[in-house]
C-alpha cells in the first residue's frame, strides 16, 4: 500500500494523500500547489528577497537567533510533525531535526558576520601599488531548496539557513512522503517575525519540484536521489542556474585488525541502523581483517540482536518511511541471499507491525556481485565482508560509483588517517560512524555518483552567494595609445619584478 498517492478533487486540483508508515492509517490529505501559484510564489520571494538583500549581517543574526528560540519553543510540535510522518524513534527526531537545527542556527549565527563581511585582498606584483581590491559578498536572489523524506526538518531548515543569512529568500519543496516536516520551516520563520514571503513551501510531488525549477530561481539546492539528481542538473545547465547535489551513498567501513572490536561493532550497527539505515552516509559495506572478522562478526549480532523496534516511537529501530523503499530493501536482501549470503539476525519485514517495519538485519559472506554492496539500501542492514588485507579493503572500499562518506576503526591514528586519504569518498571519519554532516566546521559533499558542490563549513554558506570583487583606484593602469616607450615600459618592469628568483619572492 502506497504512503503517498496523487489524485484530483472536482475542480481539478492535484491532491496528495499521505499514510503513516508506522500502521498505513491516513494522516491527511493535502491540496498540491498548482503552477499559478508557485509563479505568484516566486513574483512573492523576488519582492521580498529585494528588500531584504538590505538588510545588515547583523539583522540577519539576530532573525537566526530568534529562529533559534522558537525551534527550542516548538520542540515538541516539530518531534510530533516529524514522528508523524516518519515514525522515526523520538531520540532521533530530538538529535537529527531539533537538536541539530539548534545546532546549526547558533553556529552559523556566530560565524556569519565574518565570514561575508567585505575582504580586502592584497594584490601582487606591480599592481599593489597602484590597486586595492576587495570581495564583497552578493545574495544570489532566490533559492529553491528541494529536500528530502529521511531527515524531512532539518535538511530543509540548514539550507536556509545559510541562504538567508547570505541574503536570499527561499522556497522549500518538501518531499511528498514528508510534506509537512518540511512546511513546518516556513512556519517557524513566520513565528520568528522573518519578512513575509522571505521563506516560503510549496507542496507537491516531483512535477511539483520541476515547476518550480521552470520558474527560473537564482540557485537550486537539492538533497535526494541521483537519478533526480541528474534531471536536476540537466534542467539547471540548460537555464545557467548555480546548483549543488547531495545525492546518494554507499559508504565504506574498515575494520583493522588493531581495532577496538566492541567499539568498532557498536559503530557499525549504528552506522547501518540510525534512522532506520535511511541516511545518505550510513555504514552500508563493511570490511573487516579475516583475523578479527569472527570476533567482530559476534559482536555485531549480540548488539543487533539488542536493538527494540518498535511502533511507538520509544524504541532504537523505527519503519522504513516509504514503501518504495522497503522493496528495495527487501529485494536487496533477498537478491544477497539467492546469491550465497547468509542471514545472522534479521533478514525480512517484522510480522509483529502492521506498517513497513524492516527488521535490523546482519548478512554475511557477501560479495560485490550482490546489489547490498552495490547498489544504496538505504535500510537497516549489516553487510559483512572478510578480507585479507587493509590493501584489499581499500581496493573493495572504493569500487563503487559512489562516494560520499566512509569510516576507518583502528588504534593507530596515524594509519587511520593514511587509509581514510586513501578512500575515495567526500569525506571520513576515524573510529566513528560518519560524523562529517554534523561537523558544521567542515564542508560537506560527495564525489563520484554520490554529488556536486558542497553544503555546511565556510564553504557551504559562501555558496549561497556571489563573490564580488571591486577593484579601486586613483587612475587607470593602462592607457591608448600603445607606443614604444610604453612597450620598454612593460618589458623592463617584466625584469623588474620576475626577472630575479629573489624578488619574485618579494613580489610574487
Known sequence: MAIFSISHSESGKKLLTLKSPVDLSHIDTYECTSSEEISSIMTQAKVAQ????????????????????????????????????????EQEAMSMEVFSAVDSLVFYAKRAQKWLADKKIKMHGPMQFLKKTIITYKPRGVVAV?????????????????????????????????????????????????????????????????????QGPDKVSFTGSVATGKKIAAKCGEMLIPYSLELGGKDAMIVCSDADIKDAASGAVVGSCMNAGQYCCGTERIYVMEDVYDEFVAEAVSITQSLIQSNDCKGDVGPTFWDKQVEIIEDHVNDAVAKGAKVLVGGKRNPNFEGLYFEPTVLVEVTHEMKIMKDETFGPIISIMKVQSEEEALMLANQSHYGLNGNVWTKDLKKGQRLAKAIETGACSVNDMAMSYGVNEVPFGGVKESGLGVVNGKEGLLAYAHPMPIIIGKKSASAYPYTDKSFEQLKGALKIFWGNRLVRKLFG
Open 146 to 214: 528541494i529536500t528530502p523524506w529521511n531527515g524531512p526538518f532539518i535538511l530543509s531548515i540548514n539550507p536556509v539557513i545559510q541562504a538567508v543569512l547570505c541574503g536570499n529568500s527561499v522556497v522549500v519543496k518538501p518531499s511528498e512522503v514528508t510534506p509537512m516536516s518540511g512546511a513546518l520551516v516556513q512556519e517557524i520563520f513566520a513565528l520568528a517575525e522573518a519578512p513575509e514571503h522571505l521563506v516560503q513551501t510549496v507542496i507537491g510531488d516531483g512535477e511539483t519540484g520541476a515547476e518550480l525549477i521552470d
Open 50 to 89: 529585494s528588500e531584504w538583500k538590505k538588510t545588515t549581517l547583523k539583522e540577519r543574526v539576530e532573525l537566526m537567533h530568534r529562529v533559534a528560540d522558537v525551534v527550542i519553543q516548538q520542540q515538541d510540535r516539530i518531534m510530533d510533525v516529524v514522528m508523524r510522518e516518519t515514525g522515526k524513534p
